[in-house]
C-alpha cells in the first residue's frame, strides 16, 4: 500500500525557516513526479512545488521561487521541501502528493497520492 507521511510542520514567526518531509514507502516512485501542494483555510488547494523523482528536474508556483527548495532523497525514499523567509501568508496544510507521470504539472487532479498533510504557521 501506498503511502506518503509528512511531517515538519509548525509555528515559526516571518522570516523564519523550516523543512518539511514527506516520507514514501510502498511502491518505487522513479517514475513518478512528486510535488507539495498547500490549502489555507477557505481557499482551495494550491500549487507550491514539483520533482521529477529520476531526472531531479523541479518548477515552483512564482510565489515561492527564491524561496522555497524541493529535493528528494533516493536512499531514504523522502521528498522536501526547505522553506526560507516565510511569509503570514504561507500559512497553510501542506500536502505531499505523488503522481504517475513524467512531466512537471502543478493541478491537483494530476496526482495520484496523497499524504494527510501537515500545518505550517507563519505569525507576523
Known amino acids: 500500500q501506498v503511502q506518503l507521511v509528512e511531517s515538519g510542520g509548525g509555528l515559526v514567526q516571518a522570516g523564519g525557516s523550516l523543512r518539511l518531509s514527506c516520507a514514501v514507502s510502498?511502491?518505487?516512485?522513479?517514475?513518478?513526479?512528486m510535488a507539495w501542494f498547500r490549502q489555507a483555510p477557505g481557499k482551495e488547494r494550491e500549487f507550491v512545488a514539483v520533482?521529477?523523482?529520476?531526472?531531479?528536474?523541479?518548477y515552483y508556483a512564482d510565489s515561492v521561487k527564491g524561496r522555497f527548495t524541493i529535493s528528494r532523497d533516493n536512499a531514504k525514499n523522502t521528498v522536501y521541501l526547505q522553506m526560507n523567509s516565510l511569509k503570514p501568508e504561507d500559512t497553510a496544510v501542506h500536502y505531499c502528493a505523488a503522481g504517475k507521470i513524467s512531466i512537471l504539472v502543478t493541478t491537483t487532479k494530476s496526482y495520484d497520492y496523497w499524504g494527510q498533510g501537515t500545518q505550517v504557521t507563519v505569525s507576523s
Open positions: 510502498g511502491r518505487a516512485f522513479s517514475g513518478y513526479i
Open positions: 520533482i521529477n523523482w529520476g531526472s531531479g528536474s523541479t
